[in-house]
């Protein structure tokens, strides 16, 4: 399903990845036994409705690499050539990784954000850099170099991935065509370096809509993503397409008035972040669901979403003036197409 060949990977990123990629988790049955085809599409197409540019498909979640290949050729078919479609690297090992990639490319993906597995605990950059080359070499897509916190590389270097491995390793590997750059959050520290080094190779982005948005308003940012901007409904893109028109102060107006949807995202982040490594999928469906679509249960092992929590992110987009489902919470459980 891809539409460039491997070589020319950092060409058609640079024609093709313009605009906001939102996240699409997967949805699954009420019994939790299976893969729920109508709620998927469903976020499909309010993807499409909300103007995003692409989404990426959840891995990193209970889902087994057969079902993500069927969740893969639902989005694919669904999105119709109107949404790319971003594989996630979250899989259990690297041989399992480049194994769902391959899947996934023949599926209807056509770029992948590269994780590390929680197993995965490299103690120099050596080790960094052969598990990186290795699932770029084995797969054909474009590749989204990550650097976060959430891989615990601090280790090794306080940047996590340190300036010289990033700088390595866009050298030597033609394929990875964009730095999703959040090394050293909250400050943009790894944002501005890698900016300033390596933007006329490939790609650089920040992800977090708050400090992105701003950061566009100062570099030719063209590509935003990918993160829970699903939460503030058409607004991310809506906001990102401005700066890029030049409408900064424009932009701005509608930056304070979400503000308050902004800061109720933050204060419950807050709320449960502090070690766990990983990513409150829940709550981001919920967040999701809040906008429109689809929610519905999630497979154990999950972190829960609490009441007081889901007052506070609802409140939030009240206080924005942004849409807001009147359903009640419990629905979210459900799910707007339960199978």
Sequence with gaps: MISYRKKDARAWARDNMKGVANVIIPSYSR???????KGIRHDVRKNIEYGFWGALLVSEVAITVPEYEQF???????????LKLVFQAGFNTLKENIEAALIAEKAGTEIAL?????NFYATTNQHIY?????????????VILFPVPTWGFERIHPAGMSPELIAQLVKDIPNIVCI??????PQPAGFVQTWKRHADEVLVT????????????LVPMQFMGTNNTGYYGDMTPKMFKMVQESRFDEMM???WQMHPARTAYMTVRNNYRGGAGTIHRMEWKYQAWLSGYNGGPMRQPTMKILDRNMRVLRDGLVKSKLPVTGD????????????
């Design 31 to 37: 019994d939790l036994k299976r893969l729920n085809e």
């Design 72 to 82: 893969t050729q639902w989005a694919h078919d669904e999105a119709g050539g109107k």
């Design 114 to 118: 590269l994780g590390y597995p929680q």
């Design 130 to 142: 052969d598990y990186t080359k290795a699932f770029c070499d084995a797969v054909n897509m474009g």
């Design 180 to 185: 999703k750059s959040e090394a050293g959050v």
């Design 206 to 217: 920040f992800p977090i809509e708050g400090e992105a948005l701003l950061l566009a308003g």
């Design 253 to 255: 107006e509608l930056y």
């Design 328 to 339: 009640p919470d419990s629905e979210f459980f459900v799910g707007r197409n339960p199978v």
